[in-house]
């Protein structure tokens, strides 16, 4: 017999709707206006043309940056970026070990290395863990704006100009994100941005390069869009222009039906952006104060992008109940979209980061991190329970909702403990 009111222990559940609660992007039908029109126009697209250039235009436009050259994949567009910043066989380039996996994993196919650097308990870079890994290979840095709140910019742009490294950026939870009212991702000499189905700008697939760097952008163009693009773009008397027909060999270029979802997408971002930090806002203060959780604090001048809300969760404050099992009873209240970060993790926990030579045979004295390492990261990821930021007023009920289930949870956690 129990008496309790926690729906995991038979008690009735916040919400009764089963879901799903959130999706991504809102598809209306401009959207599908412009992606059937496109179908009907032109499926693919080899040089800079139509919605491939109307795209990259106003991305660069939006964002602040000479050039923008998109991508099939976030991936493909990390990839890019690195190999234009001339990152090869034996560089090092210093990434928090907290992210998602390609935020790095490109660097393998560069004969780079991927040196992990610790984060703080925001999860952010931590940059004397960063100083201590500089060696006289490192080359270059990455800013990866974690859940689409900001990096420090304003240290990690002094950081890199005193070690007098490439200052790079990983976008992808942070379009359209701020600090100090600038852009994330035109700070540093380039940036890559997925946008991959549930990134705040979406093709579904897609991702971008973006810079104001010339010389950086042919060699994007040669790295992943070769022959026509890069004929019609490089100028002649350029010293890499007798490379325009193979480039360096790969094809990474956006479908033209993805380039045609985001471009419809893009001028509704800022408008998703004010939806989000006003619900995100509301939970947080509904959250402030209830114990076992942590909500963040991003600085009054930064705009974050509310990739999700990464919430701190702090067992000790509720008799030692495991996250896991809390998450259950969030759950069972109907909360179903409480999640943990799942691929974006302690880097060095994955084997590719460990032992890659078992899989890229250019790597095989290689030895990663050590098993114990990165303890603020392993720590971070966790403790990280995250909930979705919904931006319609429609949906505030939703958002109410998810925020009582888990003061609920938390005000009754000791009957899950005893
Ligand atoms: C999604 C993501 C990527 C990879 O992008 P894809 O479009 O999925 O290839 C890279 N870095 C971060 C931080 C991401 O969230």
Not at 49 to 58: F, I, K, N, R, Y
Not at 194 to 215: Q, R, Y
Request: hydrophobic residues 40%.
């Amino acid at each position: 017999m129990t008496t309790s009111p926690l729906a995991l222990l038979g008690g009735p559940p916040v919400i009764d709707d089963p879901g799903p609660h959130f999706s991504w992007p809102p598809i209306e039908d401009r959207d599908v206006e412009a992606v059937t029109g496109q179908l009907m126009s032109a499926v693919s697209i080899p040089d800079r043309s139509g919605v491939v250039a109307e795209l990259e235009d106003s991305l660069a436009s939006f964002l602040g940056v000479r050039h923008v050259i998109t991508t099939c994949t976030g991936t493909a567009a990390l990839h890019s970026m690195y190999a234009a910043a001339d990152i090869g066989p034996g560089d090092e380039v210093i990434v928090p070990a907290l992210t998602f996996h390609a935020t790095a994993t490109p660097l393998f196919h560069l004969g780079a290395r991927p040196v992990l650097a610790d984060v703080d308990t925001r999860g952010q870079l931590d940059l004397d863990e960063a100083s201590r890994r500089i060696t006289p290979r490192t080359k270059a840095i990455v800013a990866v704006h974690l859940w689409g709140l900001p990096e420090s910019m304003d240290a990690l742009t002094d950081f890199a100009a005193r070690h007098d490294l490439m200052l790079l950026e990983d976008g992808s939870h942070a379009h359209g994100a701020t600090w100090r009212g600038q852009q994330v991702g035109s700070f540093g000499r380039a940036a890559a941005f997925s946008m991959n189905g549930p990134k705040p700008l979406s093709a579904g697939e897609g991702g971008f390069v973006a810079t104001d760097d010339t010389e950086l952008y042919y060699r994007v163009l040669l790295h992943g869009q070769y022959n026509k693009r890069c004929r019609r773009e490089i100028p002649a008397d350029h010293a890499l222009a007798p490379y325009a027909v193979t480039g360096m060999g790969l094809k990474l270029r956006i479908h033209p039906l993805a380039a045609a979802l985001a471009n419809a997408q893009l001028p509704r971002l800022k408008g998703y952006l004010a939806g989000r930090e006003a619900v995100a806002a509301r939970m947080r203060r509904a959250l402030r104060g209830v114990p076992g959780i942590d909500v963040p604090h991003p600085p009054a001048h930064t705009g974050p992008a509310w990739y999700a809300l990464p919430l701190r969760y702090r067992p000790e404050q509720l008799a030692g109940l495991p996250v896991e099992r809390f998450l259950e009873a969030v759950h069972a209240e109907g909360a179903s979209e409480v999640d943990l970060p799942g691929s974006t993790r302690a880097l060095g926990d994955h084997q590719l980061f460990r032992t890659p030579g078992a899989l890229l045979p250019g790597y095989a004295d290689y030895r990663g991190p050590a098993a114990d390492s990165f303890t603020t990261a392993r720590r971070v990821h966790g403790s990280t329970v995250k909930l979705p930021v919904w931006h319609r007023d429609q949906d505030l009920h939703l958002a109410d909702a998810y925020t009582a289930a888990i003061i609920k949870v938390a005000g009754h956690h000791k009957e899950l403990v005893k």
